[in-house]
C-alpha cells in the first residue's frame, strides 16, 4: 500500500507541476511605447477604458464635468469652466488637459482621482498618450463593432509549414517575435487530442492501432472526416451551447422542481451532427415560431430562450418575475450570441460601451411581447412545462421529430417561445426597476453594432434574427468563431470570450479573427467545415511540449507556439472513465439521469415537497450515461461534475473556469463510478489469456491512449504484484476491494488478480495525463 500511496503522489505532484506551468502569468509587456503607430483601438482605449470612462465614459448620470473621452468630438472640444482648454489637442500634448492630469503629481488636480481608487497611469501608459497624441490623436471605431473585412494572407519564411490559412497568420505572429513553432505532435496524442475534442470520448484501441498503420498523406484526415460523422460529435459540440444556453433540469426557485426540456437539448445535438447552418441554428433558436408555415422542429428551437429560472413560490408579484425572465433572455442573448455585456445598462446607460439605457430597452423589447407570464398560479401542482408549451405526441417523436429519443408513448411538454396578438408596450424602467416605468420605446438592435433598417426587416424577433445573421453584423461570427477556437485551444483569440466591448480583452490575432469570421460566413455558415480547418492546421496539430525558452517568451501560449495542454472539461473526465472501462451506455438523447451522488445533498437543500426533494439514483444502463446528460437540479448541481469546474447552469456562461484542487483528486480517488470503472475493466482484463504485463499494457492503452513505455509497465507491474502479494494475506480483502457499483461481476474471475488489477487501473485513472488534452 505504501508503494501505492507513494506512486499516486508523484502523480499529484505531477498534476500541480503541469498546472503551474500551464497557468503561470505571462508577465512580458504586451504594450510597447517604441512602436511606430500608437493605436486607440489596440494602445489608448484600453488605458482610458480602465482608468477615464467611469467618469468620462458613455454613461451620462455618472459623467463629470461635460466630458466624454471615448467620443472625438468631446475631447477635442473646449472644457466646460475650463478657461479655453481642451482635454486633447492634437498634437500638442503639453496644451491638452487630459496629459497635463495624468502627469500631475498634485492630488487636487491628478487624474484619476486619488478618491476614486483607480490607481494612477504607470509610465509607459503616460508615454503610450503622449505619442498617442502627438501623432494626432485619431479616434478609432471600437474594433468589434466595424464590420470585418478579408484580411490578405500573410508573408511568412518557413512557408513548408502551414496547412491551411490559419497557420499564415499564427506564424506570421510568431516569426515577429523570434518564436518558432513546436513540431507536429506525435500520432498517438494527435489522436487523443482530436477525438475527444470532436467527439468527447477517448478513441477506441481498435481507432488508435488503424491510425498507426497507415502511413498515408491523408491518414489524419480520413481519421477527422471519421471523427466528424459519429452522432458523439453533436454531444460534443451541444456541450458547449447548453452552458450558453443555461440547460438544467430543474427549474431552479424554492422547492425547484422537475422540469423537461430535454427534448430541445435532443434537437441541439440533432442540429449539430446535421450541421445545420449557424445562421439558421440562431434564426430557429430565436424566432422559429414566427417563421412561416413554422415547423415543429423550428418552434422546439426555440425553447432555447425558455431554459431560464423559474418561480412557482405563492405570492410573488407576477409582472415582476415576467420581467426578470425577459432580463434573463436579453442578457443571454447579449453575452452567448452578441459577446456584449448588455446587462450593464439594465438600470442606467452603460459606462464604458455605446450602449444607453434606451438602447437595452429597445433590445428588451423583442422579448417583451411573449405569451409568457411570471407566475401561473397554482403552487399545490408543479408542470414539467410552463406556457406557451409545445406538446409532442408519440406519433411526431417518431414522424417529424425522429431525433427525440422518448423513453415512453407519453405526451411530451417544452417551453417555447410564442407572440402576443397584440403589441405589450415596453417602457424604460427607472434603475431597471419593474414597477418604476419610464419612456415608451419600440424594438431595435444596437446602434453601436449595426443599423436596424426597420423598412428591410420587421421590429419582432424574426427582425431580431435578421438583423443577427446579417453579414453586415459585426459580431455574430467573430464570437461564434471565437467561441469555437476556445472549445479547441482553452482560449479565445479575443480571451474575454462574452465580452468584445470596451472592457474586454483585445484579441491576440486579429486578422485572424477577421479572416476565419468573413470565410466562415462566405462558405455558408458551415461549422463543420470551420471545426474541420481548425483541427487541421498545423497550428492545432503541433507538439504540446514546453521548452524554457517558450515558457519565458510565451508562458500562457497565447502566441499559439505550441499544442493545447489543458484538463478536460468534467464531463469528459466522466466520459473517459465510461468509455475506457467499456461500461459507456452510448445511447444519444433521452431524459436526464441521476446516476451515484453522495447520500443526503439533495434533501438537505430542500423544503421536503416534491419531486426532487429526495435523490432517487438510477440503476442499470442509465447509470452509465454520458456526463451530459447528468440530471441538473439548479439548487443541488451534480457535486462531482461541479468539482471539476462544469456550469451551474443558473444564468448564460460562454467560458468555464479552470481550476486544480485537492477535491478533484478525491473525486478521481474515492467515486463510485471510477472506482467500478476500475473493477469492471480490471474483471474483463482478467478473463484475458495474457500476462500481466500484457494487461496492464492494454489497460494503460485504453485509458491513457498511447502504448506504455518499458519503465511505465515494469513499474506498474510491480505495483500489481506487491498488491497481489498484500492482497493474498487476507482472504476477505480482494472480496471487498471489488465490491463497488452494481455492474454485474464477471462470474469466472480470480479475484485476487482481478482486484490487484483494479488498484493499477484505478491508478492509471488518476494519472494527470489521463484527463488532460495534451
Not at 634 to 656: G, Q, W, Y
Amino acid at each position: 500500500m505504501n508503494k501505492r500511496l507513494l506512486l499516486l503522489a508523484g502523480i499529484v505532484l505531477t498534476t500541480v507541476v503541469g498546472v503551474i506551468s500551464c497557468f503561470q502569468k505571462n508577465g512580458s509587456a504586451t504594450k510597447k511605447s517604441s512602436e511606430e503607430v500608437v493605436s486607440y483601438n489596440f494602445h489608448i482605449r484600453p488605458i482610458l477604458s480602465d482608468k477615464c470612462f467611469a467618469c468620462h465614459g458613455p454613461d451620462a448620470n455618472k459623467r463629470e464635468a461635460g466630458l466624454r473621452l471615448d467620443m472625438a468630438e468631446s475631447a477635442y472640444s473646449k472644457l466646460k469652466d475650463g478657461k479655453g482648454a481642451v482635454a486633447i489637442f492634437p498634437g500638442k500634448p503639453e496644451q491638452s488637459e487630459l496629459y497635463k492630469r495624468i502627469t500631475s503629481l498634485d492630488p487636487e488636480i491628478q487624474m484619476p482621482t486619488p478618491e476614486s481608487h483607480l490607481g494612477l497611469l504607470n509610465e509607459s501608459e503616460i508615454g503610450l498618450v503622449k505619442k498617442w497624441i502627438e501623432q494626432g490623436a485619431k479616434y478609432e471605431k471600437h474594433w468589434a463593432f466595424a464590420a470585418p473585412v478579408l484580411p490578405k494572407i500573410p508573408e511568412i519564411d518557413k512557408k513548408d509549414w502551414p496547412k491551411n490559412e490559419i497557420d499564415y497568420f499564427t506564424l506570421a505572429k510568431m516569426e515577429s517575435l523570434g518564436i518558432t513553432p513546436n513540431d507536429e505532435a506525435d500520432k498517438s496524442h494527435l489522436l487523443k487530442r482530436v477525438a475527444l475534442d470532436l467527439t468527447g470520448l477517448p478513441p477506441s484501441i481498435e481507432l488508435q492501432n488503424k491510425f498507426a498503420a497507415d502511413n498515408s498523406t491523408n491518414a489524419y484526415e480520413k481519421v477527422v472526416d471519421e471523427l466528424l460523422s459519429q452522432k458523439t460529435y453533436g454531444e460534443k459540440m451541444a456541450l458547449h451551447w447548453l452552458d450558453v444556453a443555461r440547460y438544467a433540469d430543474s427549474y431552479g426557485y424554492q422547492d425547484d422542481e422537475i422540469r423537461t426540456q430535454w427534448p430541445w437539448r435532443d434537437w441541439v445535438i440533432s442540429a449539430f451532427n446535421k450541421n445545420l447552418s449557424y445562421d439558421k441554428f440562431l434564426t430557429w433558436q430565436i424566432a422559429g415560431d414566427m417563421l412561416p408555415n413554422a415547423s415543429k422542429e423550428q418552434i422546439l428551437a426555440t425553447a432555447f430562450f425558455r431554459n431560464h429560472k423559474y418561480t412557482e413560490e405563492g405570492g410573488v408579484i407576477p409582472e415582476e418575475y415576467r420581467i426578470e425572465y425577459n432580463i434573463d433572455k436579453t442578457k443571454t442573448y447579449g453575452m452567448g450570441i452578441l459577446g456584449l455585456s448588455v446587462e450593464c445598462a439594465q438600470c442606467h446607460d452603460h459606462k464604458y460601451d455605446p450602449i444607453s439605457q434606451e438602447d437595452y430597452y429597445r433590445l428588451f423589447a423583442f422579448f417583451n411581447n411573449t405569451k409568457e407570464v411570471g407566475y401561473e398560479g397554482d403552487i399545490s401542482q408543479t408542470k414539467p412545462a410552463k406556457n406557451p408549451i409545445m406538446t409532442i405526441s408519440d406519433a411526431e417523436a417518431k414522424s417529424i421529430l425522429t431525433f427525440i429519443n422518448r423513453p415512453d408513448t407519453s405526451k411530451l411538454m417544452v417551453s417555447v417561445m410564442g407572440e402576443r396578438d397584440t403589441l405589450r408596450a415596453t417602457h424604460i424602467l427607472n434603475r431597471g426597476v419593474y414597477d418604476a416605468p419610464g419612456k415608451v420605446v419600440t424594438a431595435s438592435g444596437l446602434p453601436s453594432v449595426m443599423k436596424f433598417d426597420t423598412t428591410k426587416i420587421p421590429q419582432n424577433r424574426l427582425g431580431l434574427a435578421s438583423w443577427t445573421t446579417s453579414k453586415q453584423n459585426p459580431l455574430t461570427a467573430r464570437v461564434f468563431v471565437n467561441q469555437i477556437w476556445q472549445e479547441f485551444f482553452g482560449r479565445g483569440i479575443v480571451k474575454s470570450t462574452g465580452d468584445f466591448g470596451m472592457q474586454g480583452e483585445l484579441p491576440t490575432h486579429p486578422a485572424l479573427l477577421d479572416w476565419m469570421a468573413v470565410d466562415f460566413m462566405n462558405h455558408g455558415w458551415d461549422i463543420k467545415r470551420l471545426v474541420k480547418q481548425i483541427v487541421t492546421s498545423s497550428t492545432y496539430k503541433q507538439s504540446a511540449k514546453l521548452t524554457k525558452e517558450k515558457e519565458k517568451l510565451d508562458p500562457d501560449n497565447i502566441y499559439l507556439s505550441r499544442g493545447p495542454r489543458y484538463r478536460l472539461p468534467a464531463e469528459s473526465v466522466r466520459d473517459i472513465v465510461l468509455s475506457s472501462s467499456g461500461l459507456l451506455n452510448s445511447k444519444i438523447g433521452g431524459p436526464s439521469v441521476k446516476p451515484y451522488q453522495p447520500k443526503g445533498l439533495w434533501e438537505a437543500a430542500t423544503s421536503g415537497r416534491g419531486q426532487l426533494a429526495k435523490y432517487n439514483q438510477d440503476h442499470n444502463d442509465a447509470l452509465y450515461r454520458r456526463g451530459m446528460y447528468t440530471f441538473i437540479k439548479l439548487t443541488v448541481p451534480p457535486p462531482s461534475m461541479i468539482i471539476f469546474d462544469a456550469s451551474n447552469r443558473d444564468h448564460c456562461e460562454v467560458k468555464r473556469s479552470k481550476t486544480n484542487t485537492p477535491l478533484q483528486a478525491l473525486v478521481m480517488l474515492n467515486d463510485p463510478a471510477v472506482l467500478e470503472a476500475s473493477r469492471v475493466l480490471a474483471e474483463k482484463m482478467s478473463l484475458k489469456s495474457l500476462s500481466p504485463e500484457q494487461k496492464i499494457t492494454e489497460s494503460f492503452q485504453r485509458i491513457v491512449c498511447r502504448k506504455p513505455s518499458d519503465k511505465e509497465v515494469k513499474l506498474l507491474t510491480e505495483y500489481y504484484n506487491d498488491e497481489l502479494s498484500s492482497i493474498g494475506k487476507n482472504k476477505n480483502q480482494a472480496h471487498k476491494i471489488l465490491n463497488v457499483g452494481e455492474f454485474p461481476h464477471e462470474v469466472k474471475v480470480k479475484e485476487n488478480e482481478a482486484a490487484a488489477l483494479m488498484r493499477v487501473i484505478n491508478t492509471l485513472y488518476n494519472m494527470e495525463e489521463t484527463i488532460t488534452k495534451s
